[in-house]
């Protein structure tokens, strides 16, 4: 198993650019997630999905979209770049169920607004 | 938002040398985890404490699920370099079918060999 994978892992883009960022998991986990990571802070979270189909916002959402067609594939979108975007970006997954169940983390990719 | 507030911010030892760090937060969780993330690399699950008061151990790392369930530490003895990373805490309550980790604003260890 590849775990969750992120592509890419480093993107410099400019203000008022759109970009979306990938993230695929091949544990057929239920849910998955969207963090951003901003220097000196703990994760954030942005956007989340318990299922294909349905997605629902975390704590930071302004300036982002998702979607999640499949159960694999959840890309978060960014349709406006804002230098306060710039961050490194996490996806992870886990499995649903009542009790706590590990999430997963990417590699992240590395976001950068000029 | 809700927000865990971590400390030590940052540490600098020798190794050899036992670490603590430990997490407090305004708000009652049902678990407390802990990561640690490397370089460039996603954070990954260290420990996870299910009820208060609970210690668990692994390998040489300790932690512990506070009894009012608003605190956890972290406890590293004999620390070796590949300690090296960042050191995160994280709550998770329970609301409906959601599992959103609230995350502390990490612990910085540095071990000189």
């Known amino acids: 198993n590849a775990g969750v994978t992120q592509t890419p892992k480093f993107r410099i883009l400019k203000i008022g650019q759109s970009m979306t960022l990938q993230c695929a998991q091949d544990?057929?986990?239920?849910?998955m997630y969207w963090y951003r990571q901003d220097p000196g802070m703990g994760l954030k979270l942005i956007y989340y999905s318990v299922g294909a189909g349905i997605t629902d916002k975390g704590e930071v959402p302004n300036g982002y979209n998702v979607s999640r067609s499949t159960t694999e594939d959840f890309p978060l979108r960014l349709e406006l770049a804002a230098p306060s975007q710039t961050s490194v970006y996490f996806c992870?997954?886990?499995?649903?169920?009542?009790?706590?169940?590990?999430?997963?983390f990417g590699p992240g990719t590395r976001l950068t607004v000029l | 938002g809700q927000q865990l507030n971590q400390s030590p911010q940052s540490m600098f030892i020798q190794e050899g040398e036992d670490v603590s760090m430990n997490c407090t937060s305004s708000?009652?969780?049902?678990?407390w985890l802990w990561y640690k993330q490397d370089p460039g690399e996603g954070p990954v699950l260290l420990i996870a404490?299910?009820?208060?008061?609970e210690l668990t151990s692994n390998g040489r790392l300790t932690a512990q699920f506070g009894i009012t369930r608003k605190d956890s530490f972290l406890n590293i003895s004999a620390s070796i370099p590949s300690d090296v990373g960042i050191y995160f805490c994280?709550?998770?309550?329970?609301?409906?079918?959601?599992?959103?980790?609230?995350f502390g604003t990490g612990t910085l260890l540095a071990v000189q060999p």
């Open positions: 544990m057929n986990h239920n849910y």
């Open positions: 404490l299910y009820k208060a008061g």
């Open positions: 992870a997954s886990s499995f649903a169920g009542n009790s706590y169940n590990e999430q997963f």
């Open positions: 708000s009652i969780f049902n678990t």
């Open positions: 994280a709550g998770l309550s329970y609301g409906g079918a959601t599992n959103k980790l609230i």
